[in-house]
């Protein structure tokens, strides 16, 4: 145990996702010797990033007006939402460069354990996305885990009485990988969405 | 397959110990609490991920050290495999194969085959249901590694449906409803709608697995039986009709089909389940757990007409034991066509002279069979094999000249030799340190 100020920073630092007693203890001593300036610039961002950023009003994503940079872009596909449950996965597949149409943020996927419900993800904000009938296929992309599955499947479920297509994302094998690597689970489910290529 | 070396360090015990295996039998013998049968759970951990005796990983680690490794060198038909485990309780274990990291421990599984039993297995005649479904399951992975991955996302399935069930309760249960006398509209009606659905989606999730691990288990106790019988009766020199009938949570119709022995196909059996988590959804409310899939589950063991549980005396329920863990063994080896390593933890000393006779006659043609004993007089005379002495947490060779000298070196005799078995590196496995301590500071604590 340290004295007040430093063992406040190591505690602070500790509740940060990811981070243990031994890295809160690193990082809380880096910042001890480090500049003032250096210091000043990571307070700035850390007040900024609470002042400045909110989540988008139409499909949750962050953003730094009242709706996102992709939801305000009218070149995008405004009849394709892809479903995902964290803004970092919007990242994931923006950086494909494949997908052009819109998003739609749930913050989260449904595990009872950690006692998230549907109700506790923007799945009643996504309905009201879909009302006006303009959004012909939703994409589901939540994590290929159990909660992400559970969630795809409420979302299919609820979904299907809509009039809209919904797919699901495929899952299998990697790219560039050898399918001896391939755990048998990964490749139970590449057979089972495999793709006719000669009929 | 044979255990050409076991290595452990801070695994119980033991600071350090090596342990240099030949094909046959190996007889570890030494008074109670020395450490026999940790080097009998050690070989199991490397085996299964678990050991025999408890569910947690810290009582393996010796008692002030951070870490517990167990290293095994795997002869399978002269191919040689390098097993690694470092068991850090609280954390998952590290596992390396040949020296390379494993992405998964799991993946070590299949590279050891044991079958262990033990004075603990007493517990699958005499104890709760969940004793022989593990039974079940641990030999489902021995026969095919990929139902390990199965099984624990069944696991998680039921209790992240517990969890639902459980905070689902005000809303859905009885002194709610009671309570909203009101006609059934508004947001409380649209409440449980809401509730109901996510049920209905962890209905599925369990249901797709549940039948899965089902469909596994009735086809493994399909070709267990016939084995479970001829062990028994070769054990126990009779002819009694041993029997395991699996009995399903399910509703009666399908449930008495299973217990006549037949299988369904993994679909009927999804259907069956997801029938019975309907019919059953009232009470599973009002208790707060899934009362419907393989965790559920029983195997009824009778002798003749009668339960083995509670009916059958004490040799009797130890044949019973022995004979699960025997047919266990023919069934691996009728599988892979290789035999899997037999380990018997302290067995023959609950064994009357009849029973260890046939015994010995039974394990006569096993690869490999490691024996652990208080009273070498209570090993058959046939099954002396290569004796190692166990005191204090050391193994000797029985033979060794001058008891103390540690077991690094072999002694200059060499214990009777399989003609099998290669003329051996003289070193060991070089006995390295433990893999580097992760500096905890660089690295996450908590893994991906």
């Known amino acids: ?199 | 397959m044979y255990l050409r070396h076991l290595s452990i360090g801070d695994f119980r015990s033991y600071a350090r110990a090596e342990l240099a295996l030949t094909p046959g039998v190996t007889t570890l013998v030494g008074r109670n609490g020395e450490g026999k049968t940790n080097l009998a759970e050690a070989m199991g951990y490397l085996a299964t991920l678990g050991s025999h005796r408890v569910s947690q990983d810290a009582p393996l680690v010796r008692f002030g050290a951070e870490r517990a490794i167990v290293r095994g060198l795997v002869d399978r038909g002269g191919r040689e495999t390098l097993v690694e485990l470092e068991i850090v309780p609280g954390r998952a274990n590290r596992a390396r194969l040949n020296r390379s990291p494993a992405t998964r421990p799991r993946e070590v599984l299949g590279t050891l085959r044991t079958v262990l039993f033990a004075p603990e297995d007493l517990s699958l005649v005499k104890g709760d249901p969940a004793e022989r479904r593990r039974f079940l399951d641990d030999l489902l992975v021995a026969r095919q590694p990929r139902w390990a991955a199965v099984r624990s996302d069944y696991d998680k399935i039921v209790r992240q449906r517990n969890a639902l069930l459980k905070s689902a309760a005000p809303t859905l249960g009885p002194r709610r409803r009671r309570r909203s006398s009101r006609p059934a509209t508004g947001p409380e009606s649209e409440e449980v709608a809401a509730a109901l659905r996510t049920l209905d989606v962890w209905n599925d999730q369990l249901a797709a697995a549940g039948a899965q691990l089902l469909y596994a288990r009735l086809r493994l106790l399909r070709d267990l039986r016939p084995l479970l019988a001829r062990a028994y009766d070769a054990v126990s020199d009779s002819s009694a009709d041993a029997r395991a009938t699996y009995r399903a949570s399910l509703h009666e119709e399908v449930a008495d089909a299973i217990a006549d022995g037949q299988v369904p196909t993994a679909e009927e059996l999804r259907d069956a389940l997801l029938a019975t988590l309907a019919e059953q959804r009232a009470a599973e409310i009002e208790r707060g757990v899934s009362l419907a899939g393989p965790h559920r589950d029983d195997l009824v063991l009778t002798l003749g007409e009668l339960p083995a549980k509670g009916y059958a005396s004490h040799g009797e329920s130890w044949s019973f034991a022995l004979a699960l863990r025997l047919g266990a063994f023919w069934l691996l080896r009728h599988d892979l066509g290789d035999d899997p390593v037999l380990v018997l933890d302290d067995v023959f000393a609950e064994l009357d002279a009849g029973r260890r006779r046939r015994l010995a006659g039974l394990i006569a043609d096993c690869e490999q069979v490691v024996i652990t004993a208080a009273v070498p007089e209570d090993v058959p005379a046939e099954l002396a094999g290569t004796r190692f002495t166990v005191a204090k947490g050391h193994v000797e060779p029985a033979e060794a000249p001058a008891p103390g000298l540690g077991s690094e070196r072999r002694p200059d005799h060499e214990p009777q030799r399989d003609p099998r078995s290669e003329p051996e590196p003289d070193a060991p496995p070089e006995p390295e340190s433990p893999p580097e301590p992760a500096d905890g500071v660089g690295t996450p604590e908590a893994g991906p």
Request: hydrophobic content about 40%.
């Open chain 1, 1 to 199: 145990m340290y004295e007040g100020a430093v063992q406040d920073l190591i505690d602070e630092l500790g509740h940060l996702p990811g981070v243990g007693p031994k890295s809160a203890q690193r990082i809380a001593f880096h910042l001890l010797v480090a500049d003032e300036d250096e210091v000043k610039r990571l307070v700035d961002a850390l007040v900024q990033v609470k002042s400045r950023v909110r989540f988008c009003a139409v499909c949750g994503n962050v953003a730094e007006a009242e709706t996102c940079r992709i939801c305000s872009d009218d070149r995008r596909d405004a009849s394709l939402i892809c479903v995902v449950e964290e803004p970092k996965d919007v990242v994931a597949v923006e950086r494909t460069r494949e997908f052009r149409g819109r998003y739609h943020v749930l913050g989260g996927a449904i595990s009872p354990m950690e006692g998230v419900g549907p109700d506790d993800l923007s799945i009643a904000q996504l309905f009201t996305r879909l009302a006006d009938g303009s959004v012909t296929e939703v994409i589901i992309a939540t994590d290929p885990n159990l909660e992400g599955e559970a969630t795809a499947t409420y979302l299919a479920r609820a979904l299907g009485t809509m009039g809209v297509r919904v797919s699901r994302l495929a899952s299998g094998l990697p790219v560039g990988g050898d399918l001896e690597y391939a755990d048998e689970i990964t490749l139970g489910r590449a057979f089972e969405g495999r793709r006719l290529i000669h009929a």
